[in-house]
């Protein structure tokens, strides 16, 4: 069975410009999320998907970042415009999303993107 | 308070040896509760949930979990170096399928 897929693995940007970061989640996985992880912390989440309804954003900068799940499967992250303060790895999980003790809701995460704002 | 605290370490264990991590969490509604192993510069993977308390145990991992006291813990038996990695607790809310994550506890295996 094929993981999550992420990409790009890397990315170096200059301030106020602006990043794109994509997903592709576990086949058959309904729930989709996407974390924000700066270095010696642990993930935080930004942004939870069930299929392609937003369940939970309320830590999402609205003000610049923006994310979308079209036709319930692929996932976008978009930053616009990135400030020093967004380096970060960026992290896509998926997790089944039918409620079975700890199996359903386990996380399977992605590679992550590293994203340095300079 | 933070929803979810661990024990930042670094946490440095001989090989061979038992490494104990502790997890505390303040949500008295947690549902389930999960360690990931996290390795510099990877992304952090599964070892086990529990839900129930009392023991669980996969190979050389031990899961235990009291809910009166919000704690869980994970004990690593015959530490190998390649045990030598971040280790995130995890803690279920809202039974929403969303995760609260801990800062993690690093720990160091000496050979």
């Known amino acids: 069975e094929a993981g999550v897929a992420q990409s790009p693995r890397y990315k170096i940007i200059e301030k106020r410009q602006s990043v794109a970061f994509w997903c592709n989640p576990i086949?058959?996985?309904?729930?989709l999320y996407w974390y924000q992880q700066i270095l010696g912390q642990g993930p935080k989440l930004l942004i939870q998907?069930?299929?392609?309804?937003?369940?939970?954003d309320s830590q999402l900068p609205k003000d610049r970042f923006s994310a979308e799940r079209l036709k319930g499967v692929d996932s976008t992250l978009k930053i616009q415009p990135a400030k020093l303060e967004d380096s970060a790895v960026y992290l896509c999980?998926?997790?089944?999303?039918?409620?079975?003790?700890?199996?359903?809701?386990?996380?399977?995460f992605g590679p992550g993107t590293r994203l340095l704002v300079l | 308070q933070k929803e979810v605290e661990q024990n930042s370490g670094p946490l440095s264990v001989p090989e061979g040896a038992i490494a104990s991590l502790n997890c505390t969490y303040s949500?008295?509604?947690?549902?389930?509760f999960f360690w990931y192993r996290q390795y510099s510069g990877k992304s952090p993977e599964l070892i086990m949930f529990?839900?129930?308390?009392g023991d669980k145990e996969d190979g050389r991992f031990t899961a235990q979990l009291n809910k009166a006291s919000q704690y869980v813990s994970l004990l690593i038996r015959d530490s190998q170096p390649s045990d030598s990695a971040t280790y995130l607790c995890a803690v279920n809310l809202l039974n929403d399928y969303k995760l609260s994550f801990g800062a993690g506890t690093t720990v160091t295996v000496r050979a």
């Open positions: 998907f069930q299929n392609n309804g937003v369940v939970d």
């Open positions: 999980a998926s997790s089944l999303g039918v409620y079975d003790r700890g199996a359903g809701e386990t996380q399977y």
């Open positions: 949500d008295r509604g947690s549902q389930s």
């Open positions: 529990i839900y129930s308390n």
């Open positions: 086949s058959g996985h309904a729930t």
